[in-house]
Protein backbone atom coordinates (compact mmCIF):
# COMPACT_ATOMS: atom_id res chain seq x y z
CA UNK A 1 0.00 0.00 0.00
CA UNK A 2 1.26 3.46 -0.72
CA UNK A 3 0.22 6.80 0.10
CA UNK A 4 0.44 9.46 -2.96
CA UNK A 5 1.04 13.35 -2.30
CA UNK A 6 1.02 16.25 -4.27
CA UNK A 7 2.05 19.57 -3.44
CA UNK A 8 5.34 21.61 -2.60
CA UNK A 9 8.86 21.06 -2.99
CA UNK A 10 10.74 24.17 -2.07
CA UNK A 11 13.92 26.04 -0.92
CA UNK A 12 12.58 27.94 2.07
CA UNK A 13 14.59 30.73 3.72
CA UNK A 14 13.65 30.40 7.99
CA UNK A 15 14.23 33.32 10.14
CA UNK A 16 12.91 32.73 14.43
CA UNK A 17 14.39 33.77 17.57
CA UNK A 18 16.81 30.82 17.71
CA UNK A 19 18.40 31.14 14.43
CA UNK A 20 18.21 31.54 10.65
CA UNK A 21 19.10 29.51 7.23
CA UNK A 22 19.20 31.26 4.18
CA UNK A 23 17.96 27.89 2.19
CA UNK A 24 17.00 24.87 3.33
CA UNK A 25 14.61 22.43 1.22
CA UNK A 26 11.41 22.27 2.80
CA UNK A 27 7.88 22.33 1.12
CA UNK A 28 4.47 21.08 2.38
CA UNK A 29 5.11 17.62 0.05
CA UNK A 30 8.79 17.16 1.55
CA UNK A 31 8.04 17.43 5.56
CA UNK A 32 4.57 15.37 4.63
CA UNK A 33 6.59 12.50 2.89
CA UNK A 34 9.52 12.28 4.85
CA UNK A 35 7.29 12.24 7.90
CA UNK A 36 4.98 9.57 6.23
CA UNK A 37 7.67 7.64 5.08
CA UNK A 38 8.19 6.20 8.38
CA UNK A 39 4.69 4.36 8.52
CA UNK A 40 4.46 3.62 4.88
CA UNK A 41 5.55 4.26 1.17
CA UNK A 42 4.75 7.37 -0.16
CA UNK A 43 4.41 8.34 -4.32
CA UNK A 44 5.51 12.01 -4.08
CA UNK A 45 4.79 14.34 -6.94
CA UNK A 46 5.27 17.84 -7.11
CA UNK A 47 8.12 19.95 -9.54
CA UNK A 48 11.15 21.40 -8.63
CA UNK A 49 13.67 23.52 -11.11
CA UNK A 50 16.92 23.46 -12.07
CA UNK A 51 18.54 25.11 -9.49
CA UNK A 52 17.24 21.69 -6.90
CA UNK A 53 20.51 19.55 -6.95
CA UNK A 54 21.28 15.77 -6.46
CA UNK A 55 22.24 16.99 -2.81
CA UNK A 56 18.82 18.60 -1.86
CA UNK A 57 17.47 15.36 -3.32
CA UNK A 58 19.31 13.39 -0.54
CA UNK A 59 16.32 14.27 1.78
CA UNK A 60 14.04 11.91 0.01
CA UNK A 61 16.88 9.50 -0.33
CA UNK A 62 16.89 5.76 1.50
CA UNK A 63 13.45 6.27 2.59
CA UNK A 64 10.32 4.67 1.79
CA UNK A 65 10.01 7.27 -1.00
CA UNK A 66 9.39 7.13 -4.49
CA UNK A 67 10.32 10.60 -6.23
CA UNK A 68 9.84 9.07 -9.97
CA UNK A 69 6.99 11.66 -10.36
CA UNK A 70 8.92 14.90 -8.76
CA UNK A 71 9.44 16.87 -12.15
CA UNK A 72 12.03 18.64 -13.17
CA UNK A 73 11.34 22.00 -14.90
CA UNK A 74 13.58 24.48 -16.56
CA UNK A 75 13.44 27.66 -14.44
CA UNK A 76 13.58 28.30 -10.51
CA UNK A 77 12.21 25.68 -7.04
CA UNK A 78 9.57 27.36 -5.76
CA UNK A 79 10.83 29.81 -2.98
CA UNK A 80 9.05 30.41 0.38
CA UNK A 81 10.33 32.80 3.37
CA UNK A 82 9.12 33.00 6.98
CA UNK A 83 9.51 35.20 10.02
CA UNK A 84 8.70 34.28 13.36
CA UNK A 85 8.27 35.93 16.42
CA UNK A 86 8.72 34.66 20.24
CA UNK A 87 5.63 33.17 20.04
CA UNK A 88 5.47 30.33 17.33
CA UNK A 89 2.15 30.83 15.79
CA UNK A 90 3.30 34.63 15.18
CA UNK A 91 4.49 33.54 11.53
CA UNK A 92 5.07 36.25 8.76
CA UNK A 93 5.43 35.41 4.95
CA UNK A 94 8.73 37.46 3.94
CA UNK A 95 8.27 36.39 0.46
CA UNK A 96 6.06 33.43 -1.76
CA UNK A 97 8.26 33.16 -5.23
CA UNK A 98 6.10 30.57 -7.32
CA UNK A 99 8.99 30.25 -9.86
CA UNK A 100 8.31 26.32 -11.68
CA UNK A 101 5.32 25.88 -9.44
CA UNK A 102 3.36 28.70 -11.54
CA UNK A 103 3.05 26.49 -14.61
CA UNK A 104 2.80 22.90 -12.53
CA UNK A 105 0.26 20.73 -13.81
CA UNK A 106 0.12 17.40 -11.57
CA UNK A 107 0.50 14.66 -14.25
CA UNK A 108 0.20 11.43 -12.53
CA UNK A 109 2.22 8.66 -13.38
CA UNK A 110 0.44 5.77 -14.22
CA UNK A 111 1.71 3.04 -11.44
CA UNK A 112 0.42 5.87 -8.78
CA UNK A 113 -3.12 5.83 -10.41
CA UNK A 114 -4.71 3.26 -8.59
CA UNK A 115 -3.39 4.91 -5.07
CA UNK A 116 -6.10 4.41 -2.69
CA UNK A 117 -4.80 6.78 0.66
CA UNK A 118 -3.94 10.11 -1.28
CA UNK A 119 -2.87 13.53 0.32
CA UNK A 120 -3.39 17.31 -1.58
CA UNK A 121 -1.09 19.00 0.29
CA UNK A 122 -1.86 22.81 -0.03
CA UNK A 123 -1.91 24.02 -3.94
CA UNK A 124 -4.71 25.50 -6.01
CA UNK A 125 -7.78 24.01 -5.78
CA UNK A 126 -7.93 23.37 -9.56
CA UNK A 127 -5.03 21.14 -9.59
CA UNK A 128 -5.84 19.27 -6.59
CA UNK A 129 -9.04 18.10 -8.43
CA UNK A 130 -7.06 17.69 -11.59
CA UNK A 131 -5.24 15.30 -9.46
CA UNK A 132 -8.34 13.09 -8.74
CA UNK A 133 -9.53 13.20 -11.88
CA UNK A 134 -6.67 11.03 -12.77
CA UNK A 135 -7.13 8.00 -10.04
CA UNK A 136 -8.39 5.01 -11.25
CA UNK A 137 -11.33 3.20 -9.29
CA UNK A 138 -12.33 4.88 -5.49
CA UNK A 139 -9.22 5.56 -2.80
CA UNK A 140 -10.13 4.69 0.84
CA UNK A 141 -9.33 8.40 1.95
CA UNK A 142 -8.41 11.70 0.07
CA UNK A 143 -6.80 14.35 2.52
CA UNK A 144 -6.53 17.72 1.97
CA UNK A 145 -4.99 21.07 3.12
CA UNK A 146 -5.74 24.39 1.80
CA UNK A 147 -4.87 27.78 2.91
CA UNK A 148 -6.85 31.52 3.65
CA UNK A 149 -5.63 32.25 0.09
CA UNK A 150 -7.51 30.22 -1.50
CA UNK A 151 -10.43 30.19 0.70
CA UNK A 152 -10.49 33.82 -0.41
CA UNK A 153 -9.72 33.72 -3.46
CA UNK A 154 -11.22 30.59 -5.22
CA UNK A 155 -14.28 29.41 -3.38
CA UNK A 156 -16.14 27.61 -6.19
CA UNK A 157 -12.93 25.77 -7.03
CA UNK A 158 -12.04 24.96 -3.27
CA UNK A 159 -15.92 23.97 -2.99
CA UNK A 160 -15.66 21.56 -5.81
CA UNK A 161 -12.69 19.77 -4.49
CA UNK A 162 -14.01 19.36 -0.99
CA UNK A 163 -17.09 17.71 -2.51
CA UNK A 164 -14.57 14.35 -3.22
CA UNK A 165 -12.92 15.41 -0.17
CA UNK A 166 -12.64 12.69 3.12
CA UNK A 167 -10.53 14.43 6.32
CA UNK A 168 -10.14 18.32 5.64
CA UNK A 169 -6.94 19.31 7.79
CA UNK A 170 -6.26 22.80 8.54
CA UNK A 171 -5.70 25.23 10.90
CA UNK A 172 -8.56 27.27 13.26
CA UNK A 173 -8.44 30.54 11.51
CA UNK A 174 -8.81 28.75 8.40
CA UNK A 175 -11.66 27.01 10.20
CA UNK A 176 -13.66 29.95 10.50
CA UNK A 177 -13.05 31.46 7.37
CA UNK A 178 -14.42 28.70 5.20
CA UNK A 179 -17.39 27.95 7.77
CA UNK A 180 -17.87 31.66 8.28
CA UNK A 181 -18.83 30.87 11.55
CA UNK A 182 -16.37 31.36 14.64
CA UNK A 183 -17.24 28.20 16.98
CA UNK A 184 -15.03 25.30 15.83
CA UNK A 185 -18.08 22.72 16.59
CA UNK A 186 -20.38 24.60 14.58
CA UNK A 187 -17.72 25.62 12.02
CA UNK A 188 -17.13 21.95 11.57
CA UNK A 189 -20.79 21.12 11.21
CA UNK A 190 -21.03 23.97 8.52
CA UNK A 191 -17.54 22.29 6.45
CA UNK A 192 -19.35 18.96 6.49
CA UNK A 193 -22.25 19.90 4.75
CA UNK A 194 -19.47 20.65 1.77
CA UNK A 195 -18.17 16.98 1.66
CA UNK A 196 -15.54 15.84 4.30
CA UNK A 197 -16.58 13.60 7.27
CA UNK A 198 -14.17 14.55 9.21
CA UNK A 199 -12.31 18.02 10.07
CA UNK A 200 -9.04 17.62 11.83
CA UNK A 201 -7.51 20.93 13.03
CA UNK A 202 -4.30 21.55 13.81
CA UNK A 203 -3.80 24.40 16.52
CA UNK A 204 -0.29 24.99 16.63
CA UNK A 205 1.08 25.01 20.33
CA UNK A 206 -2.62 24.25 21.43
CA UNK A 207 -2.86 21.03 19.83
CA UNK A 208 -5.22 19.58 17.24
CA UNK A 209 -8.89 18.49 17.26
CA UNK A 210 -10.09 15.76 15.25
CA UNK A 211 -14.25 16.29 15.04
CA UNK A 212 -16.27 13.77 13.02
CA UNK A 213 -19.93 13.57 12.73
CA UNK A 214 -20.78 12.06 15.79
CA UNK A 215 -17.74 12.49 18.15
CA UNK A 216 -14.88 14.58 18.97
CA UNK A 217 -11.50 13.91 19.91
CA UNK A 218 -8.52 15.86 21.03
CA UNK A 219 -5.02 15.84 21.53
CA UNK A 220 -2.46 18.71 23.31
CA UNK A 221 0.58 19.20 22.06
CA UNK A 222 3.51 18.19 23.48
CA UNK A 223 5.19 20.67 26.11
CA UNK A 224 8.46 20.82 24.33
CA UNK A 225 11.91 22.65 25.96
CA UNK A 226 12.77 23.98 22.61
CA UNK A 227 10.74 25.03 19.85
CA UNK A 228 13.46 26.37 17.23
CA UNK A 229 11.18 26.36 14.23
CA UNK A 230 7.60 25.75 13.59
CA UNK A 231 7.73 25.36 9.83
CA UNK A 232 6.76 22.44 8.80
CA UNK A 233 4.61 20.94 11.58
CA UNK A 234 1.35 20.98 10.09
CA UNK A 235 2.66 18.91 7.15
CA UNK A 236 4.93 17.12 9.62
CA UNK A 237 1.52 16.12 11.76
CA UNK A 238 -0.50 15.22 8.20
CA UNK A 239 2.54 12.77 6.79
CA UNK A 240 2.01 10.70 10.49
CA UNK A 241 -1.43 11.21 10.37
CA UNK A 242 -2.21 9.86 7.03
CA UNK A 243 1.26 8.00 6.98
CA UNK A 244 -0.37 5.92 10.27
CA UNK A 245 -3.72 5.49 8.22
CA UNK A 246 -2.43 3.75 4.59
CA UNK A 247 -0.18 1.69 7.32
CA UNK A 248 -3.91 0.10 8.82
CA UNK A 249 -6.51 -2.37 7.08
CA UNK A 250 -9.45 -0.93 8.71
CA UNK A 251 -10.42 2.82 8.80
CA UNK A 252 -11.67 2.65 12.02
CA UNK A 253 -12.49 5.55 14.76
CA UNK A 254 -9.61 3.87 17.46
CA UNK A 255 -7.62 4.51 14.04
CA UNK A 256 -8.55 7.93 13.36
CA UNK A 257 -7.47 8.56 17.31
CA UNK A 258 -4.27 6.97 17.02
CA UNK A 259 -3.73 8.72 13.64
CA UNK A 260 -3.90 12.02 15.41
CA UNK A 261 -1.68 11.35 18.11
CA UNK A 262 1.37 9.88 15.15
CA UNK A 263 0.61 13.15 13.55
CA UNK A 264 1.24 15.04 16.83
CA UNK A 265 4.51 13.33 17.40
CA UNK A 266 6.22 13.83 14.04
CA UNK A 267 4.49 17.76 14.65
CA UNK A 268 6.36 17.57 17.67
CA UNK A 269 9.69 16.79 16.29
CA UNK A 270 9.19 18.70 13.31
CA UNK A 271 9.87 21.70 15.53
CA UNK A 272 12.46 21.16 17.53
CA UNK A 273 15.15 21.71 14.82
CA UNK A 274 15.23 24.01 11.95
CA UNK A 275 13.64 22.41 8.40
CA UNK A 276 13.35 19.17 8.07
CA UNK A 277 16.06 18.28 10.46
CA UNK A 278 14.12 17.71 13.15
CA UNK A 279 12.27 14.70 11.16
CA UNK A 280 14.84 13.40 8.81
CA UNK A 281 16.73 11.05 11.56
CA UNK A 282 14.22 9.69 13.42
CA UNK A 283 13.82 6.35 13.90
CA UNK A 284 10.27 4.05 13.90
CA UNK A 285 11.83 3.24 17.60
CA UNK A 286 11.94 6.63 18.66
CA UNK A 287 8.38 7.92 17.28
CA UNK A 288 7.18 5.48 19.21
CA UNK A 289 8.10 6.28 22.34
CA UNK A 290 7.21 9.91 21.75
CA UNK A 291 3.71 8.11 21.12
CA UNK A 292 3.97 6.55 24.70
CA UNK A 293 4.69 9.90 26.15
CA UNK A 294 1.77 11.20 24.71
CA UNK A 295 -0.18 8.47 26.25
CA UNK A 296 1.12 9.27 29.69
CA UNK A 297 0.92 12.76 29.39
CA UNK A 298 -2.83 12.44 28.46
CA UNK A 299 -3.82 9.74 30.50
CA UNK A 300 -6.36 9.28 34.16
CA UNK A 301 -8.83 7.51 35.64
P1 LIG B 1 3.54 24.57 7.34
O1 LIG B 1 4.49 25.26 8.28
O2 LIG B 1 3.28 23.16 7.69
O3 LIG B 1 2.30 25.37 7.11
O4 LIG B 1 4.26 24.53 5.92
C1 LIG B 1 5.37 25.27 5.57
C2 LIG B 1 5.85 24.86 4.19
O5 LIG B 1 4.86 25.23 3.23
C3 LIG B 1 7.13 25.58 3.80
O6 LIG B 1 8.18 24.62 3.68
C4 LIG B 1 6.83 26.27 2.46
O7 LIG B 1 7.79 25.99 1.48
C5 LIG B 1 5.47 25.74 2.04
N1 LIG B 1 4.58 26.79 1.52
C6 LIG B 1 4.44 28.06 1.98
N2 LIG B 1 3.55 28.75 1.24
C7 LIG B 1 3.09 27.89 0.29
C8 LIG B 1 2.16 28.01 -0.80
N3 LIG B 1 1.52 29.14 -1.05
N4 LIG B 1 1.93 26.91 -1.55
C9 LIG B 1 2.58 25.76 -1.30
N5 LIG B 1 3.48 25.60 -0.32
C10 LIG B 1 3.74 26.64 0.47
Request: hydrophobic share 40%; proline share 5%.
Given at each position: MSLLVVGSVAFDALETPFGKVERTVGGAATYFSVAASFFTHVSLVGVVGDDFTAEDAAVFKG?????????????????????????????????????????????????????????????????????????????????????????ESTPAELREILRHTDVLMINDSETRMLANEHNLLRAAREIFKLGPTTL??????????????????????????????????????????????????????????????????????????????GIKSLTRERIDDRYAEFRRLTHFD
Open positions: RRIDISGLERAQGKTFFWAGRYGIDPNDRVTLATELNVFSTFRPQIPERFRKSKHIFLANIDPTLQRSVLKQIDGQPHIVGLDTMNYWIVIKRGEHGALLVHKDWVFAVPALPLEEVHDPTGAGDSFGGGFMGYLASVPRLTDAALRRAMVYGSVMGSFAVEQFGVD
